[in-house]
Every structure is written in structure tokens, then in C-alpha cells.
């Protein structure tokens, strides 16, 4: 059976990470942990496979 959500990181406009299961919650806290600590211009999403719509998304962009 496949996992209902995935979440994806990005960098600019590239990916570098990502990871699925079940729990949105889970997946944008992970997201967030992922990204603790660095600088740039990160954002990620947490898209509903059966749906394809985004349930979660962040933005982190760099200090001024």
C-alpha cells in the first residue's frame, strides 16, 4: 500500500530531500528539522498523493 503524503525540500528552485508516510504532521516537522541551522532560500511542501494537493508548506529565506 502506498504512503498517502510526501514532502519535499528545496533550495532555490532544485530538490534535496524528501521523504512519504502518513502523517503530515510528522513529515512537515521533519522538514523543519532538516533545514534547522542553515541558511538560503529553503521552502517545502507536503502534497496528498491521492489528491495532489498541498496540505503543508514553509519558506525559510536568508537573513537580510
Not at 530538490?15 to 529553503?42: A, I
Request: proline share 5%; with cysteine; aromatic share 12%.
Amino acid at each position: 500500500m502506498a504512503l498517502r503524503y510526501t514532502a519535499k525540500i528545496y533550495f532555490d528552485e532544485g530538490e534535496v530531500s524528501h521523504e512519504s508516510g502518513d502523517d503530515p504532521e510528522e513529515l512537515y516537522n521533519w522538514m523543519l528539522s532538516k533545514t534547522q541551522g542553515k541558511f538560503g532560500n529553503f521552502h517545502g511542501e507536503v502534497i496528498d498523493n491521492k489528491t495532489k494537493k498541498v496540505v503543508k508548506c514553509f519558506r525559510k529565506s536568508p537573513p537580510d
